[in-house]
């Protein structure tokens, strides 16, 4: 392991991802005047920094577990903050329903509701299976998250596609 950085399984990984998630941003390369601010906002670990923090990650996917469970025995839950100010539909509406249908074994009725819901369901619960591993693990698993978001851009991604999936899904 070289000293601060990412474990690199391959000589390619460590080469494309050498930096550390101490840092939480992209390491300085001979290259990075090059790059435009974009690229680097884009990869820039989101996920990773609230995954190192145990009690943030357990905060945020309780949270997350009691809408679902709300919703799941026919609560209202939290309600959408634009969707009763503003009367139109959020990215994110029908989510937690979505996700109870998935947890509940209904996955045709899950996907035509939300069509995230499977994307999102595994993420929170590779988020909550990571933040009660032991230290070592949690370690390892969020330098693998950092090393996906920097390598990926999975969260931009994931926000540009939700966004598009709303425009086109409520065009109202």
């Not at 937690?96 to 995230?116: C, E, Y």
Request: proline residues 6%; aromatic residues 8%.
């Amino acid at each position: 392991m070289a000293s601060g950085g990412l474990r690199a399984d391959s000589g390619n990984m460590k080469q494309v991802c050498n930096s550390t998630i101490q840092q939480g941003v992209m390491s300085k390369t001979n290259h990075e005047h090059v790059r435009p601010r974009i690229y680097r906002f884009l990869f820039t670990p989101v996920l990773a920094p609230l995954v190192q923090d145990r009690r943030i990650t357990l905060i945020l996917m309780g949270v997350a577990a009691l809408q679902v469970w709300l919703t799941a025995i026919g609560f209202p839950g939290w309600q959408c903050p634009i969707k009763s100010s503003l009367g139109i539909s959020c990215p994110g509406c029908g989510l937690s329903s979505a996700i109870a249908l998935l947890i509940q074994g209904q996955w045709q009725t899950a996907v035509s509701v939300h069509a995230f819901a499977p994307v999102f369901l595994i993420g929170s619960l590779l988020l909550m299976v990571a933040a009660v591993l032991p230290e070592r693990l949690h370690r390892n698993s969020v330098r693998w998250i950092a090393w996906l978001e920097r390598c990926t851009g999975i969260i931009p991604l994931l926000l540009i596609s939700i966004t598009v999936y709303w425009v086109l899904r409520f065009p109202k």
